[in-house]
């Protein structure tokens, strides 16, 4: 059971260059959405997805797109790399989450893409 | 979604010492789950908290989710090096956010 798949692992841009993070999950989740993680900083939302077809942007979502055709695969898609978006990106799914009820189910984290912008 | 803040920041402790971070909120939270990253890894699920006053306990670990459900804690006893990391609340508004997390760094 593979969990959830980022890929590349690190990536270096030049400045204006675009690029796709790629993120898969094998456990039929319904939420996906990507994090990103500066030093010594928490993880700030970029966008989620409540499922296939449905996006929504999260804190931080300047500067990035996302799609989701399908259930396994949530793509964040840089349109033209800055300085400001070099960070670790993390990618996460949930069986199914609902706001504010008291059950939710818990995140899965993928190992992350470690990006420098120069 | 919901800002939970947390407290304190970074906190070194002497192995053997115990540990605890807070995690604050203005508003009332339907629940709140707790994460572990470790260094150079990604967060790893710890527990989830859904009840008033709820406690809970993983080994050294110990959980609590306040009477009004606007904040909550995470206690260490007897802390060991294998539980350095960056520990963080989060709890699902209209999305899942995180505090901003507690740093433990625990010295040999």
């Known amino acids: 059971n593979a969990g959830v798949t980022q890929t590349p692992k690190f990536q270096v841009l030049k400045t204006g260059q675009s690029m796709t993070l790629q993120c898969a999950q094998d456990?039929?989740?319904?939420?996906m959405s990507w994090y990103r993680q500066d030093p010594g900083m928490g993880l700030r939302l970029i966008h989620y997805?409540?499922?296939?077809?449905?996006?929504d942007q999260g804190e931080v979502p300047n500067g990035y797109n996302v799609s989701r055709s399908t259930t396994e695969d949530f793509p964040l898609r840089l349109l033209s790399a800055a300085p400001s978006q070099t960070s670790v990106y993390f990618c996460?799914?949930?069986?199914?989450?609902?706001?504010?009820?008291?059950?939710?189910?818990?995140?899965?984290f993928g190992n992350g893409t470690r990006l420098t912008v120069t | 979604g919901q800002q939970v803040m947390q407290i304190p920041q970074y906190q070194h402790v002497q192995e053997g010492e115990d540990f605890t971070t807070y995690c604050n909120s203005s508003?009332?939270?339907?629940?709140i789950q707790w994460y572990k990253q470790r260094p150079g890894g990604h967060p790893v699920f710890l527990i989830q908290?859904?009840?008033?006053?709820e406690v809970k306990k993983q080994k050294r670990l110990t959980f609590q989710f306040g009477e009004a459900k606007k904040n909550s804690s995470l206690h260490i006893t007897a802390t060991q090096t294998t539980d350095v990391g960056t520990y963080f609340c989060?709890?699902?508004?209209?999305?899942?956010?995180f505090g901003p997390g507690t740093r433990l760094s625990v010295l040999p």
């Open positions: 996460a799914s949930s069986r199914a989450l609902a706001p504010n009820v008291p059950d939710n189910s818990p995140l899965h």
């Open positions: 456990m039929n989740h319904e939420y």
């Open positions: 997805s409540v499922g296939a077809g449905i996006t």
């Open positions: 508003t009332t939270l339907s629940n």
């Open positions: 908290l859904v009840k008033s006053g």
């Open positions: 989060g709890n699902y508004g209209q999305n899942f956010v």
